[in-house]
């Protein structure tokens, strides 16, 4: 079954499609309207209203903190008792160097704030922060698919490789909207669909 969407789409597969369809382009506009310049850089406020763009067209709780635990393979994401002292702790942690922005893009993933779409959000999240503080953004092309999900998988106890895998994709095209793109495209290669699984308890 679907997440419930805006769109009635009851089928998985085809709302894995036009979602990436859609959130694609409003992720392009964010780029060339020059939104995310607008945003708070390396807040939860700011990544929600990353989220809001990119998939209000889609769902209600676009921008809004998810309302059921998640998981993906044995990792439980923060349990929804402790996610907003989470998101507060991480809205605190430095931004100054290469180092303590990895080290808050992993709380950030650890935190999950959204029921679908965390990855996508993050991402930009994440390369708004590189590019304000240290004029460098990620090319996602750079990064191998299945390097970056162990070492992401892994980044909570040891964030050795992920800051490692990241440093090397670095690239000062800051403002190049196919660098910009190739992020975007990465999202879904990166991400997958029908990973998380939930629960009602909190």
């Known amino acids: 079954m679907a997440l419930a969407n805006k769109l009635g789409i009851r089928d998985s597969a ?35 209203k990353i989220h809001k763009y990119l998939f209000d067209d889609i769902y209600d709780f676009a921008g809004q ?20 002292t989470a998101l507060e702790n991480i809205d605190h942690m430095p931004q100054s160097n290469f180092d303590e922005i990895i ?10 704030p959204f029921r679908e779409g ?3 959000s993050t991402r930009i999240w994440l390369d ?7 004029g460098q953004v990620v090319d996602w092309s750079q990064v191998d ?17 992920i800051k490692f895998l990241l440093k090397n ?16 495209d990465a999202s879904y ?9 939930t629960d009602e308890l909190s």
Do not use: C, W
């Open 65 to 84: 903190l998810r309302t059921v635990n998640i998981a993906k393979g044995n990792f439980r994401f923060a349990p929804l008792m402790y996610l907003q």
């Open 128 to 134: 708004a922060m590189l590019k304000k503080e240290i």
């Open 103 to 112: 080290e808050k893009y992993v709380e950030m993933n650890v935190a999950h």
């Open 145 to 161: 698919k299945e390097d970056y999900l162990l070492a992401m998988e892994r980044s909570p106890i040891k964030d050795i490789e």
């Open 14 to 48: 085809e709302l894995a499609r036009l979602e990436e369809k859609l959130s694609k382009k409003k992720a392009a506009e964010l780029f060339e309207k020059g939104l995310l310049d607008t945003f708070e850089v390396g807040t939860f406020a700011g990544l929600a």
């Open 118 to 120: 965390n990855g996508r």
């Open 169 to 184: 994709a670095l690239t000062d095209m800051i403002d190049d909207r196919t660098v910009y793109m190739k992020g975007i």
């Open 189 to 197: 290669y990166y991400e997958g669909y029908n990973v998380f699984k």
